[in-house]
């Protein structure tokens, strides 16, 4: 059972929900992350960087398609701040999809492993014309050296391909494919994995449906209850989202 903390003025925690093996904290990762106990793994999306993010556009259901939307954003510095607290809660994998910019500051630790690609099936065309539209997403992947390294796919590339999410709940949400994929190859069935940028709640949602314990973690409060409620959904149907 996953300990739940309350919320209150001192912990950084606004909002708490538990739904069946998942909790769900609406509040500052940073500030929650230092109060958990271990986990086994961290499968997260954080904030990209700045240019990564400019003139973007988003693919929530119901918006236009060349409808602009501002993003969050992390420094170099922030997100390096934030692997830091990944690596010290997670006992083993941290898997982190990531812009190039931010996964080349990894590149040197002796925590970083392997530099992963997600392949979009069906990626936003480049709208201007003039340039190849991007047709992937690096995938970060660091061991925080606690427990012996365990990849489920053996010998297998980390490259994962699937379509992008067409009706996303919130903008730049992963498929649930992708992280079906990624919670499979990085974890076993009872651990705990940990995503202190749950967005909609799509890691949690390939938790419960193959059989993990999760950790939410999502600032936001409209996103924060997008997260719960499809959490609640996927718990009703014993872990089917």
């Known amino acids: ?10 912990n950084g925690i606004q909002q708490a929900a538990r739904i069946g093996a998942a909790v769900m904290y609406c509040g500052d990762s940073e500030r929650i992350i230092g109060q958990l106990q271990p986990v086994a793994a961290v499968i997260t999306d954080p904030p990209y960087a700045g240019r990564t ?22 420094t170099d510095a922030q997100f390096t701040v934030a692997a830091r607290a990944w690596l010290s809660v997670a ?41 190849p539209g ?6 970060a992947i660091l061991h925080a050296g606690k427990r012996r390294k365990r990849w489920n796919r053996r010998g297998g590339p980390g490259t994962w391909i699937t379509p992008v999410c067409n009706k996303a709940s919130v903008p730049t949400e ?6 079906r994929a990624l919670v499979t190859d990085f974890t076993a ?7 202190p940028f749950a967005g909609s709640g799509t890691t949690g949602a390939a938790c419960l449906e193959q059989g993990r314990g999760f950790i939410g ?14 959490l609640r959904a996927a718990a009703k149907q014993g872990g089917r989202p």
């Open 1 to 10: 059972m996953i300990r739940m903390f309350r919320p209150t003025k001192t």
């Open 53 to 74: 993010h400019r003139n973007a556009k988003t693919n929530k259901k119901g918006a236009r398609d060349k409808q602009l939307v501002t993003f969050d954003a992390f």
């Open 189 to 195: 069935p009872g651990e705990i994995v940990l995503d």
């Open 91 to 131: 006992e083993g994998w941290c898997v982190a999809t990531c812009d190039m910019r931010h996964g080349r500051l990894l590149y040197d630790w002796p925590e970083f492993i392997r530099r992963g690609i997600w392949v979009k099936q069906n990626p936003v065309p480049q709208m201007t014309g003039d340039r």
């Open 134 to 139: 991007q047709g992937h997403e690096e995938i």
């Open 217 to 230: 973690i999502e600032r936001d409060p409209e996103r924060f209850a997008i997260a719960v409620k499809r």
């Open 174 to 179: 992963k498929p649930l494919a992708l992280l």
